[in-house]
């Protein structure tokens, strides 16, 4: 009996493009589903992981839920890869860590142009922010990292594809992009 | 008779008052830099360039070339170390490619996509840093400094002038603009200077000239910076 591999997706504080762009890997997402199914992930609507052999993180760590989720993860990922600018060095969200916390929200929620009803949103459903916002690689430990904003849909391939056919992941000069 | 050293079992010809880096670069043997350019006095503190130089490490930029040295510069160890310093130079800065104007063209970046280095390793210090937007024409984004000083060194060796200098120790150093304001609208830098120009980063930069290049098209997007530090230096060369 084969059974395929699993692969686990999430977005923390990302914006969702790098989910994008591996979806721009096109028609050879079937290719794909012929070796990998999917656990947690936007694409399935799951929950919660289950023990996944890939596990793909877009976005850095931003409040308490992304910590547990990324935790979750790890958990039960043998392999965990920070998918991103975001993951890997914080990227746009981790512009305001040179503002205090305290003048985000003051800004966003009560004091900036056309805000209506001040006030900080304080459900306890909704998680709490971090003071800063963190790489992956602060929180847990990451097997590899997939550099771009976003890692295009070759990058995606190229990588998934070395992993599926037990080569050691590696990603020739074109396809390391920063920007 | 021409005196030789060896780089990577390769011999190598120089002629006396040349660096390591001088005679490897005439030879198209690329050593990794950032602070060093061909056209100004070296100031060896990026260490990227580092070579083991008969077992010793050395900046190849300041080291003299002498007869019969065994020069080891492409290994995997060396690179490693190179790859190392490069992600501290990342963290330390608040370096965002994504929004960056200078990305494509950035010898930061450049460096690091040929050191095939794919994260930061170390914990990110988001530095509280400053910019400077007051010049007309020109305009400073401490986040992206690295304190190579090539800005201080074309300013006073080729620009006449003695705009930029630094300032502070250690984590505090920093980049200053020699004014009474410490603004750069203050100074006699154009944007004309070579001082202007020189940043390999995007700490200085041009105003209104950021996209005209597409990204996707610029220098480091399709070229290794091995080459294109070769190609540069032998065109400088032959002019």
């Known amino acids: ?179 | 008779m021409n005196k030789t050293l060896s780089i990577d079992g390769q011999e190598i010809p120089f002629e006396d008052g040349q660096t390591i880096m001088q005679a490897a670069t005439a030879a198209k043997v690329y050593i990794p830099h950032l602070c060093h350019h061909p056209e100004f006095t070296p100031h060896g503190s990026c260490k990227l360039c580092t070579v083991k130089v008969n077992g010793r490490n050395c900046s190849a930029c300041t080291f003299p070339a002498a007869e019969g040295q065994e020069v080891l510069n492409n290994t995997t160890d060396i690179n490693e170390d190179r790859k190392k310093i490069t992600q501290m130079l990342f963290v330390e800065g608040n370096h965002f490619c994504p929004s960056c104007e200078k990305t494509g063209n950035c010898q930061l970046q450049a460096v690091a996509y040929h050191l095939n280095m794919l994260d930061n390793h170390f914990p990110l210090f988001y530095p509280q840093r400053a910019m400077d937007a007051s010049h007309p024409e020109v305009l400073i984004d401490h986040n992206r400094c690295i304190f190579c000083t090539l800005c201080v060194r074309a300013s006073q060796e080729q620009d006449g002038k003695n705009v930029f200098a630094l300032s502070g120790r250690g984590i505090n150093k920093h980049l200053i603009v020699n004014t009474p304001s410490g603004k750069l609208k203050d100074s006699a830098l154009v944007a004309d200077d070579r001082a202007a120009h020189i940043c390999p980063t995007g700490a200085i930069l041009i105003k209104r000239t950021g996209y005209t290049i597409p990204i996707g098209q610029r220098i480091y997007d399709h070229h290794d910076i091995s080459d294109v530090s070769l190609t540069t230096a032998e065109a400088q060369h032959d002019h």
């Open chain 1, 1 to 179: 009996m084969t059974t395929k591999i699993r692969i686990a997706t999430t977005s923390l504080a990302g914006c969702f493009g790098c989910h994008m762009s591996f979806l721009d890997i096109d028609e050879r997402m079937l290719r794909l589903a012929e070796l990998v199914e999917f656990d947690r992930s936007p694409l399935t609507d799951i929950e919660h992981c289950g023990s996944c052999d890939i596990g793909l993180i877009e976005g850095g760590v931003c409040n308490s839920e992304n910590v547990h989720v990324l935790r979750e993860f790890r958990k039960n990922c043998k392999v965990l890869v920070a998918v991103g600018a975001c993951a890997i060095n914080g990227g746009l969200p981790a512009m305001r860590n040179f503002i205090p916390l305290e003048e985000c929200l003051a800004e966003s929620y009560l004091t900036g142009i056309g805000v209506e009803n001040p006030q900080i949103p304080n459900d306890i459903e909704l998680p709490l922010l971090l003071n800063k916002v963190h790489p992956l690689h602060e929180v847990v430990k990451i097997d590899y990292f997939l550099p771009g904003c976003p890692p295009s849909a070759d990058v995606f391939w190229k990588f998934l594809t070395d992993l599926l056919e037990g080569r050691e992941p590696s990603l020739p000069y074109e396809l390391i992009h920063y920007d």
